[in-house]
Nanobody, 115 residues
Framework: QVQLVESGGGLVQAGGSLRLSCAASRSTFSINAMAWYRQAPGKERELVARIRIGGSTSYADFVEGRFTISRDNAKNTVYLQMNYLKPEDTAVYFC?????????WGQGTQVTVSS
């Protein structure tokens, strides 16, 4: 099992930056894959970025090079650096982990981008 705790959300103006953190209760080195999802009001949850155990990353098309996912195994933490934020990036951002055939989710952190 793994518990995930997100932090770093907040209110930012369009064009600004935020860095989200996801602290895991166990070594991220052993977690098959971790990711960030987001869910805006009235919309389905969608994948933002994923990082696999070998370090490979992938991003949703809407990221357009603005976000970077990274993992610090020494701190058991996954980050999402978000730059050039847009109002349409406003959503609750969730940390996700896939471990031993199970899916785990954090509680989410709110990101609000004002125009």
């Amino acid at each position: 099992q793994v518990q995930l705790v997100e932090s770093g959300g907040g209110l930012v103006q369009a064009g600004g930056s935020l860095r989200l953190s996801c602290a895991a209760s166990r070594s991220t080195f052993s977690i098959n894959a971790m990711a960030w999802y987001r869910q805006a009001p009235g919309k389905e949850r969608e994948l933002v970025a994923r990082i696999r155990i070998g370090g490979s990353t992938s991003y949703a098309d809407f990221v357009e090079g603005r976000f970077t996912i990274s993992r610090d195994n020494a701190k058991n933490t996954v980050y999402l650096q978000m730059n050039y934020l847009k109002p349409e990036d406003t959503a609750v951002y969730f940390c996700y982990a896939y471990l031993d055939g199970y899916n785990y989710w954090g509680q989410g952190t709110q990101v609000t981008v004002s125009s």
